[in-house]
Structure formats: C-alpha cells, structure tokens
C-alpha cells in the first residue's frame, strides 16, 4: 500500500490505485501459492512518468499463470487467450465465492476503461491488449512457453481522475467486453 500512498490523485484516485494494487497482489496469493511451489516470485512496480501524465503498475509471478489455475481446478477453456477472457467475468477458481464477490480483475478493467487507460494481460501463451481511449483491444497467441512462466499485467493510468464507485457500479461484474473469437486475433 506504501506504492498506492506515493501517487496523487490525478491518476485515477487514491482510492482507485489502492484498490487495483491490492486486488493484483492477492491473486498472486489466491491464485499461485507460494507454499506449494506453484510460483516462487511474486512482483510489483509502479513507474510514473509525469511528462506524459501516465502512471503504470505492473504485477507478475512466475506461477501456473490464469491457463494453469484453470487446469488445476479442472475448468474448460478453448485456449490461453479465452483463459484470460474468462478470468475478467465474474467466474473464480475459489470454491464458494462464486456467489460472494466480484472479480479482482475485471473490477481493474472497470476503472481501466472508465480513465481510459490501457491494460496488458498476459498469461502462459495467451496476451490480450486494450486502449480503453481509442476504444480497441486485441488478443495474441503468443510462442513463448519456454520463455514466459505465470503472469504479467500492467495497467496504464492515465492523469484523469475518476469516481471509484461510479466506475465500479453495483461492485458485481456482468461479463466482459473484451471477448475473444478464435479466429479473430
């Protein structure tokens, strides 16, 4: 929370940053544990560049990565890229909290597009883009499975305040913009 306190208002909120760098930092926890040899590195960075008005934060662990969460809990998925489109619903690998909570991420995404930022996922072989200000997204299939283990998102802030609650809404999320069509990478 030390990163969260360093930055102004002007990116989003206080509020917003908090919210996204705990959320980020307990998948790490929920999701890859640490006791179980799943990751044994866990990151996170901010960097600000106030000539451009952006603010990035970047989380990665070198764990089973959203793809190998999902075959851990025995989860059907087409590919990487449609793991990381189902990972930004309201669907979750904890049992008993389908019903109980939003998603982590998907709830980012929310504040991602309400300051028109831009996000970067990538997980195992899967990697999906979004440009919330120009209005566009895109997914790869990515050849690196023996370069790339776990995690890595990066959420680009832009210097545009924002309602957290507003951007939130109700809390609950009701699928996901960015959906991945197969043949349409």
């Not at 306190?5 to 989003?12: G, K, Q, R, S």
């Not at 603010?55 to 190998?68: A, F, K, M, W």
């Not at 909290?97 to 995404?109: A, D, I, P, V, Y």
């Not at 895109?138 to 951007?167: S, V, W």
Request: contains cysteine; neutral net charge.
């Amino acid at each position: 929370m030390e990163v969260g306190n360093l930055i102004t208002e002007d990116y989003a909120g206080k509020q917003s940053i908090n919210f996204v760098i705990s959320e980020l930092v307990n998948n790490i926890y929920d999701h890859t544990s640490f006791e179980k040899k799943y990751a044994s590195h866990g990151y996170i960075y901010a960097q600000l560049y106030p000539i451009w008005k952006k603010l990035d934060i970047t989380v990665y662990d070198d764990g089973l990565s959203i793809p190998g969460r999902f075959d851990k809990s025995n989860v059907d998925y087409e590919n990487d890229c449609h793991a990381i489109e189902k990972a930004l619903t309201q669907f979750t690998t904890i049992k008993n909290r389908q019903s109980e909570r939003g998603n982590g991420l998907g709830s980012c995404m929310k504040l991602i597009k309400a300051n028109k930022g831009s996000a970067l996922i990538v997980s195992r072989k899967g990697c999906l883009e979004v440009d919330e200000k120009r209005k566009k997204y895109h997914y790869h299939n990515l050849n690196n499975e023996k370069l790339f283990k776990g995690t890595l998102i990066t959420l680009r802030f832009r210097d545009n305040p924002i309602n957290f609650y507003e951007a939130l809404d109700d809390g609950y999320i009701h699928g996901t913009p960015y959906k991945y069509v197969e043949n349409n990478i």
